[in-house]
């Protein structure tokens, strides 16, 4: 079929609050917007200004009212407790009205923060759902982060209550969270009221008098007693959550999403960019305390009146390398979404595809990676083995959805690998110079998005316009900074090439380098550091830290690069994999102090590189090269 891609993307660039307003009309309003884009609201306008509405009815009650009661709308499949329970639309319904009840007896009101601390288990997906339905914000923190990371959001949102879980389970270990949730609470200015807790059974938390409160006693109760929440109406305007993100210093950003325009994205992308109809089964591998599982494991699924799949396990390892191919044959999933380092775990682990032999995909149309860049040899493998199309798209926690896609409802485009494709609607992709110049076609820039951004991306950070300006728009007026790299062809196709900031992005997640250079300048024995994000072929990048010890220390580099790594694992969390400290005499820098962390990648990663004209002392590179050969790497 040819594709109406250029055709929808024009009618988008003549009339773009015609184009969000017709998409606008998928959505239940309590009341219409007055104006579909306000300019004159918030920081650089908003959308569905004067609306009413509520997320959670437009993700459950009205497919229950309109005959998808008895519809999957979630299969939670966890290969690593060896579980599987499905969630009816009806049944889901019940939950969150439930858990919305529990809640607000717990005196969470419209506006009230709540902070959801939980492993990838359907009580996660009913919370924030609950959250949405009684109008509270959610801010959900991702398990694999330490007890610090989870002080520093309870802070940032004086979360009133805590949702969480007893534990979660890696492969080889449980990781339970209530003595992290203990410390953070410890650790944080701002207490929370209270805490809510599922106690799983692979690990049982002890609760604490008066504070703590047991997840299925109180369910239990609200349910003898009768008490369900009704949806809370809402402005479209109001934060449905706020998503604590990497920034370029340990202090994450609070990425806040709305209702209004979120709902209207999300549920334009389902048919549109991932090509599914209502009733079908979709499924994102991720974790909802990751972007990507707040917008396709919950949010837009749901909107759209799919069946989504939550899935508790790892690619590799959980059993084996063929689980991805079992959830897509037994639950008849149409299309997956995941990170290529996802892929690139199976392809190591089962070169030759041969446990999708064993499956039945028939099923399956169509696979779609995201989080970081599909390297061309990942995208071949899977096509060649899956036998289906698979697309990169290009996307950020702050958008929400897609920016740049390939949309296989509007008929899909050529495939150029290396390449995420074309803008989606709603993003006027633009390359910049410094001089906030647009740059010639195929020439690397700045990719910077035209103001006003779409629906679903950030009207702000969560009480703090003026970081938000600061960190996105001060920099090239008139512009949103993806902090993203890259180019356009002569099709007008986007390759988005390296961040321009100190962000990397290991397995899909992404990390601040300056936040662990921070935890690391913490330890009594390192006078200076730099961590820079190492090429690695199954996670993307890894970091790799350089300490430079105070003078007189004479204790053993070995101890203290192991106390270094343990630091950045406590502090910040397991999810750093923060595993490569190396002690070396000096860092490089320029004549005016900088730290030449991009110089020291490429030679890292074996690249060629021009010595900085404005070094300070040149041989400072061969010592760093010195050392890296020395642990093996190519220097
Ligand atoms: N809770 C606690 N710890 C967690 C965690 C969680 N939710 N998630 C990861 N961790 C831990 C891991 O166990 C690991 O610990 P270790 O150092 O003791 O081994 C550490 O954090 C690093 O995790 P990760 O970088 O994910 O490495 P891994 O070896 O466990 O798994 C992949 C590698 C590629 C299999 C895995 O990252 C993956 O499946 N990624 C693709 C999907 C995805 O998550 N995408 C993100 C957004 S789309
Ligand atoms: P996150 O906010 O965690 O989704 O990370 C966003 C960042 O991940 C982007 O700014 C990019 O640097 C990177 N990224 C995500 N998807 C892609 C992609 N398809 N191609 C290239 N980089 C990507």
Known sequence: MASRYREVYENWQRDPEGFWGSAGEDIDWVKPADKVFDPEAGVYGRWFAGAICNTCYNCVDRHVERGRADQAALIYDSPITGSQKTYSYSELLDEVQTLGAVMQAHGVEKGDRVIIYMPAIPQAAIAMLACARIGAIHSVVFGGFAAAELATRIDGCKAKLVLTASCGIEPGRIVEYKPLLDEAIELSK???????????????????????????????????????????????????????????????????????????????????????????????????????????????????????????????????????????????????????????????????????????????????????????????????????????????????????????????????????????????????????????????????????????????????????????????????????????????????????????????????TGGMEEVIATHPDVAECAVIGMADQLKGQVPAGFIVLNSGVERAEGDIEGEVVKLVREKIGPVAAFKLAMTVPRLPKTRSGKILRGTMRKIADGEDYKMPATIDDPVILDEITAVLKGRGYPG
């Open 190 to 512: 701002f207490k929370p009221e209270g805490v809510l807790l599922y106690q799983r059974e692979q690990a049982r938390a002890s609760m604490i008098e008066g504070r703590d409160h047991d997840w299925d006693a109180e369910m239990a109760r609200a349910r003898g007693e009768g008490r369900k929440a009704p949806c809370v109406d809402v402005a479209a305007t109001d934060p449905l959550y706020i998503l604590y993100t990497s920034g370029t210093t340990g202090e994450p950003k609070g990425v806040v999403r709305d209702n209004g325009g979120h709902m209207v994205a999300l549920y334009w992308s389902m048919k549109n960019i991932y090509g599914v109809d209502p009733g079908e089964v979709y499924w994102a591998a991720s974790d909802v305390g990751w972007v990507v599982g707040h917008s396709y494991i919950v949010y837009a699924p749901l909107l759209h009146g799919n069946t989504s799949i939550l899935f508790e396990g790892k690619p590799i390892g959980t059993p084996d390398a063929g689980v991805f191919w079992r959830v897509i044959w037994e639950h008849k999933v149409a299309a997956m979404f995941t990170a290529p380092t996802a892929f690139r775990a199976i392809k190591k682990e089962d070169p030759e595809g041969k446990f999708i032999r064993d499956y039945d995909l028939s099923n399956f149309r169509t696979l779609f990676l995201a989080g970081e860049r599909a390297d061309p040899d990942t995208i071949q493998w899977a096509e060649k083995h899956l036998e289906v199309p698979v697309y990169d798209h290009w996307w950020q926690t702050e958008t929400g959805w897609a920016i740049a896609g390939n949309p296989v409802g509007l008929g899909a485009l050529p495939v150029k690998y290396g390449s995420p494709t074309v803008p989606m609607p709603g993003y006027d992709i633009k390359i910049l110079d410094d001089q906030c110049n647009e740059m010639a076609t195929g020439e690397t820039g700045a990719i910077s998005v035209k103001l006003p951004l779409p629906p679903s991306c950030l009207p702000t950070l969560w009480n703090n316009d003026v970081r938000f300006k600061e960190s996105y728009l001060n920099d090239y007026p008139g512009y949103y900074m993806t902090s993203d790299a890259g180019f356009v062809d002569e099709d007008g196709y986007v390759y988005v090439m390296a961040r321009t900031d100190d962000i990397i992005n290991v397995a899909g997640h992404r990390l601040s």
